[in-house]
């Protein structure tokens, strides 16, 4: 049986895994997938003599993959779901109670946030800080400044397995609003110690993820981006909080 090798956005991976097991039902490969923040993930790439042996790289955003394509390290990439940002705070009034914009503004609350240009997450939520600043001038450049860059910028995370970031941080009381991927919000709303708040839509930097194929000449590679677009696939990606 052949071997489909996948490098994905840590934020798919619950997602993709449930996509590769409807994939499987059609096409009987197996499928092994690794999740890291998708720069991290892309300077490997880059830096490698050699990617034959990685099929398809399924990032948080399209500047990576088309840097890839740019340098000769893919053929093509193709957008397959979106995601947007959220907040998460703990689930007491002084937090819960009050809006994004009140929450990123008050110079009391301690935020945290991924890692720029490792992972996209962190380059979101800075577009999210530079709509900020267009509205309320000087405020973004205090959210670049005071925000705490604690994830995405390592393969090596201090997490532990099956804990959320915003779970994590916000628990031990490391901070007081995190800003992070809003698919994770049905799982983080099952937790009573936890709230999720909504940005306003006018704030909210385009998020769309894209899958590269890096071996034109792998045909599960070109039978599974195929598969990414389709109802089944799509509706799977929807369960999971994408959009």
């Not at 892309?42 to 099929?55: G, Y």
């Not at 490792?118 to 000087?138: C, H």
């Not at 393969?155 to 901070?175: D, E």
Request: aromatic content about 10%; glycine content about 4%.
């Amino acid at each position: 049986m052949t071997t489909l090798n996948i490098y994905a956005a840590g934020s798919l991976r619950l997602a993709l895994p449930a996509v590769g097991e409807l994939f499987k039902q059609f096409h009987p490969i197996n499928l092994n997938m690794q999740f890291a923040p998708a720069g991290l993930l892309c300077e490997r790439l880059m830096q490698s003599t050699s990617t034959c042996d990685i099929h398809l790289f399924a990032s948080a955003n399209t500047h990576h993959p088309q840097t890839l394509v740019d340098n000769g390290k893919a053929v093509s990439h193709h957008i397959f779901t979106h995601n947007r940002l959220c907040l998460t705070v703990r689930n007491q009034p002084q937090w819960a109670n009050h809006d994004a914009i009140s929450l990123l503004q008050n110079p009391q609350n301690r935020i945290g946030m991924s890692t720029p240009k490792k992972d996209p997450s962190g380059d979101y939520t800075f577009m999210l800080f530079d709509k900020i600043e267009a509205l309320y001038p000087n405020m973004g450049q205090q959210l670049k400044k005071r925000a705490r860059q604690l994830v995405g910028g390592s393969f090596i995370s201090n997490i532990p397995k099956g804990v959320l970031p915003a779970q994590y941080f916000l628990l031990n009381n490391t901070i007081d609003v995190y800003i992070g991927y809003a698919n994770y919000a049905p799982l983080i709303q099952q937790n009573a110690q936890l709230a999720v708040i909504e940005i306003p839509n006018h704030l909210l930097p385009t998020i769309e993820y894209s899958i590269a194929l890096l071996n034109p000449t792998n045909i599960d590679a070109k039978l599974f981006i195929d598969f990414l677009q389709n109802k089944q696939a799509q509706e799977c990606l929807l369960r999971y909080g994408f959009s």
